[in-house]
């Protein structure tokens, strides 16, 4: 009798334990689902600054089409990438292209004067930080939950129960850490206006030394 008692207990405790660890995988693989949410979140507010700010750029500069382009079919990979891997990807190309969009801008003086382009700027400057610091953290809650499910005892219910490892978000072409390199490829000729000429010929006044006369 005792010892039928002593088995329960042990079966009970057992399946306790189970279900605690259970709980606990699937709390850490909400906190993955929660903290990519929130990079989403992110990078949309990203892909919505992007037309504006080729639109204001493209005010001055027109005749940049295929730095426009660039920036318009990598906004477009990008939202359509599927998965943190692939979106880390898509993000480093279109990151590049808005290297060579403010490369353009970069000859336009009185374009960067503006308001309208200081705004989406600063704009897009915050979001790229918000971008940064929303990846870190869902890059943590991964490490969490890879670990939690790939070292005992949550390695014992993993499989069974469907929990899989989740991808980081993280550039994985050296390349593409990298600032982007300003290479307009086939795109015209930026119309940059030259700089005012300064006068480099002096005038030479004669001079002349009058003598006292004895």
Do not use: C
Request: charged share 20%.
């Amino acid at each position: 009798m005792i010892a039928l008692i002593v088995i329960l207990v042990v079966v009970v405790l057992i399946a306790l334990l189970l279900i605690a660890l259970f709980n606990r995988l699937v709390r850490a693989r909400n906190r993955v689902d929660n903290a990519w949410a929130q990079v989403e979140v992110q990078l949309k507010r990203r892909w919505d600054l992007i037309p504006n700010l080729v639109e204001t750029v493209k005010g001055y500069a027109a005749h940049e089409r295929g730095t426009f382009e660039a920036v318009t079919q990598a906004r477009a990979a990008a939202q359509n990438a599927r998965g943190p891997a692939e979106s880390a990807q898509a993000e480093g190309i279109l990151s590049q292209a808005l290297g060579r969009l403010f490369a353009v801008a970069e000859a336009y003086p009185e374009l960067r004067a503006t308001e309208n382009f200081q705004q989406l700027q600063a704009q897009l400057n915050e979001t790229e930080n918000k971008v940064a610091v929303s990846r870190q953290v869902y890059n943590d809650t991964v490490l969490t939950y890879n670990n939690a499910i790939q070292t005992f005892p949550g390695a014992v219910l993993a499989g069974p129960f469907g929990f899989t490892s989740r991808e980081f978000f993280e550039i994985d072409d050296a390349a593409q850490r990298d600032a982007p390199r300003v290479d307009f490829g086939t795109s015209g000729p930026s119309a940059a206006p030259a700089p005012p000429a300064e006068a480099t010929a002096e005038s030479a006044a004669p001079s002349s030394t009058s003598e006292p006369s004895a």
